[in-house]
């Protein structure tokens, strides 16, 4: 079955710690995202990876943090710089940027 | 800067009724890509737009890619409660490969 997972579905951290997002595709895509979504709003790029070992920042990256070791994998770390970081993530895959991207289920993340 | 502008932000409709949404640009789009979002999870691709002029359907769905190549529409008929969610579209950037997304649209259906 191919497609993009995110885990864990729902996360809950302490104010202060930082905390990895997993994303995981089996497509064979060469780039990779990871969005930001509020409650009644749009997707915000945060980061994206159009080929291993190689990153850019979207636009709002600051207190984010990722790591493309692998084509399969993209993880988001959420640093406690991050001011607000209570959201819904969003981790996206195409094969070549900017075709059509594809969408994991998502990971609300909770801070408290 | 590229900004798309989604309308209406949201529609309250009764089942059976036909839904029409649509994204304007002030840049042109080589590209034009509509999403549907459930709640809490991921956006699902509804249909790729890659020409002007172009209409596209998906079951009750249809869309149009507009001839300036600064619009789109989406068409949803004879609406059922499923096709509640966020409905966005999208485009590529000039350069940097990078989507961007409307502000979307919110569709309640009434049984």
């Known amino acids: 079955d191919g497609g993009i997972t995110q885990s864990p579905k729902y996360l809950f951290r302490k104010e202060g710690q930082n905390v990895t997002l997993s994303c995981e595709q089996n497509?064979?895509?060469?780039?990779m995202y990871w969005y930001r979504q509020d409650p009644g709003q749009g997707l915000r790029l945060i980061y994206y990876s159009q080929i291993v070992n190689d990153f850019q920042k979207g636009d709002i990256a600051e207190g984010y943090s990722v790591s493309r070791e692998k084509k399969e994998s993209f993880p988001l770390t959420v640093t406690s710089a991050q001011k607000n970081p209570t959201a819904f993530y969003l981790c996206?895959?195409?094969?070549?940027?900017?075709?059509?991207?594809?969408f994991g289920p998502g990971t609300r993340l909770t801070v408290l | 800067g590229q900004q798309l502008n989604q309308s209406p932000q949201s529609m309250f409709i009764q089942e059976g009724e036909d839904v029409s949404m649509n994204c304007t640009s002030s840049?042109?789009?080589?590209?034009w890509l509509w999403y549907k979002q459930d709640p809490g999870e991921g956006p699902v691709l509804l249909i790729a737009l890659y020409k002007a002029g172009e209409l596209t359907s998906n079951g009750r769905l249809t869309a149009q890619f507009g001839i300036t190549r600064k619009d789109s529409f989406l068409n949803i008929s004879a609406s059922i409660p499923s096709d509640v969610g966020i409905y966005f579209c999208?485009?590529?950037?000039?350069?940097?490969?990078?989507?961007?997304f409307g502000q979307g649209t919110e569709l309640s259906v009434k049984p």
């Open positions: 840049s042109i789009f080589n590209t």
């Open positions: 999208a485009g590529p950037y000039n350069q940097g490969g990078k989507l961007i």
């Open positions: 996206a895959s195409s094969i070549t940027p900017p075709d059509t991207q594809y």
């Open positions: 497509l064979n895509h060469d780039a």
